[in-house]
């Protein structure tokens, strides 16, 4: 077949929905759906090496701990190791009375029967049923025309019916999916769910459950959420179903599509942790879940350990989370960005002011801690951090809140070390810039042995004490208005050095009895030129005389 010059005449848009009066645009999800996982059964059957009973094990665990209450356990009719898997979780009493398993079946009379005696023994169960009904398939798969793919489904829920008969001991459920429900026409899906409910026989206290699945992404979300409307608008004793989602990721807005879909009237959600499944995957419950909290929607769910989830995940799945995945990723609440960073850093500060637990925060929609994470990697440094990232990081490192100005001093020794290493600068590659530069750690020219100060008769402050200069003890004193000046005084009476004080700060470093002080102070030489000096140490006073040393031994 020769090469087309515009491949793109190949396809053909979706038609859109003749839904002039649709009304989901104007809602909001104010209350969570029904979960269903699927990563037992449509996640499982996706994987490179599917999961063995100790892995499947492990997963349904997780998934009742963070209270899923619908899990698809598995495809019984696909061979033994899912019947047998499913016939022991049943028999082993670790499925918890609130906790509802359910199986998936093509409509044939053989392996609906499977999937019943899969169950076998269940307090309650969900059978899932489904036929492919959409034009492709009816045309290229099966060769069928509309009466007779309605047929296939009508006769499966005969079966279905009939086999419900034959274990009374368990309260049965159904789900239908007329499959490939986004690439067919809505009036030929509700001909078929309105003919399985003739058999069936629904009732608002026994609901049928209707997947009406994205099974391939076709259209842009909103026509998806017309579907859906449109559907439920439609289906005969609308409060005898219950609308299910099941949206694939083709177009990488299956996330959306749920959402829009759920605003469009849907009661349930099928989709797996982290959105795993065939080709892109299946809709990700994880983030549909947090997405609602982040606008004050309970979801129902516990995903204070999102660590602790995806490491079981990816245990399971064997496969690993992109680091930028929503909400879970190792970088998603990380900012490398100097203005990022800054905007954070200023959120946490007034945070820290703030008389209410609203969370109001630049670049983080979500409090990490919300999910078990720390504060520590909001902020990393790298060649393209400003003074805001190694600000914020040596504040949660060492506790230290170095002033403006201090900030822009330090930011040209922290970009040196980050270009010439070219990569990420560690907490410790900092701290250790940061006392090489304001001189904290020994043998430094002047450094303080100890000291004394006194009050004189004339109400000015004596500062005396002895001094290691260059390695020798050397006792000095000095006369001023308080502590800071009376040394400063020392110093050029003493030394020679000439130090005018423009800014000093000083904060204390953690609480309690361990609790330390940091002093900085900003001192003008006679030059006009400016340095620096930190002193850290469990009393202020005498932090604040290190730093005035600290400064002191910048002039050396």
Known sequence: MPMLS?????????????????????????????????????????????????????????????????????????????????????????????????????????????????????????????????????????????????????????????????????????????????????????????????????????????????????????????QIELFGRTIPDRDSVIISL???????????????????????????????????????????????????????????????????????????????????????YTSFSGSHQDAIKKGFEARARQNDERWEMPYLPLDPADLGRSYEAVIRVNSQSGKGGFAWVLEQDQGLKLPKRMQAHFSRHVQALADELGRELQAEDIWQVFRRVYRLDAPQHFQLVDYDETKAPDGTRVFAGRIGVGGRIQSVSGRGNGLISSVVATLADAFGVSLEVRDYTEHAMGAGTDARAAAYVECALPSGATVWGVGIDEDVATASVRAILSAANAVR
């Open 6 to 226: 515009d491949p793109s005449v190949k396809y053909r848009p979706f038609p859109p929905i003749d839904l002039p009066d649709r009304r989901w645009p104007s809602r909001t999800i104010a209350k969570p759906p029904i979960w269903l996982s699927t990563d037992l059964r449509d996640g499982n059957q996706a994987l490179i090496d599917p999961m063995g009973a100790e892995k499947k094990t492990r997963f349904f665990d997780l998934l009742v701990r963070i209270g899923i209450k619908q899990i698809e356990v598995g495809f019984p009719a696909s061979g033994a190791t899912d019947f047998d898997y499913i016939q022991q979780l049943v028999r082993s009493g670790r499925i918890p009375d609130d906790v509802t398993p359910q199986v998936l079946t093509q409509a044939r009379r053989d392996l609906i029967e499977t999937s019943f005696a899969s169950l076998d023994g269940a307090r309650t169960a969900i059978v899932h049923l489904y036929n492919a009904i959409s034009p492709a398939w009816r045309r290229i798969v099966f060769g069928m025309d509309r009466s007779e793919i309605k047929a296939i489904a009508v006769e499966g829920a005969k079966v279905l019916r009939d086999q419900a008969a034959k274990y009374p001991e368990t309260d049965w459920r159904f789900e239908y999916s007329p499959e490939t429900f986004s690439t067919a026409e809505v009036d030929f899906s509700v001909e078929v769910c309105a003919a399985v409910m003739e058999v069936l026989r629904p009732t608002p206290d026994k609901p049928i459950i209707f997947n009406l699945p994205s099974t391939v992404e076709c259209a842009t979300p909103n026509v998806y959420a017309d």
């Open 246 to 332: 099941h949206t694939h990721n083709d177009r990488g807005t299956g996330i959306a599509a749920c959402e829009l879909g759920l605003m469009a009237g849907a009661d349930r959600v099928e989709g797996c942790l982290f959105g795993n499944g065939e080709r892109t995957g299946n809709c990700d419950l994880v983030t549909v879940a947090l997405n609602m909290y982040s606008q004050g929607v309970d979801p129902g769910l516990d995903l204070s350990d999102i660590d602790g989830i995806a490491g079981v995940v990816e245990y399971c799945n064997q496969l690993p989370i992109h680091p930028r995945h929503p909400y879970v990723g190792e970088l998603v």
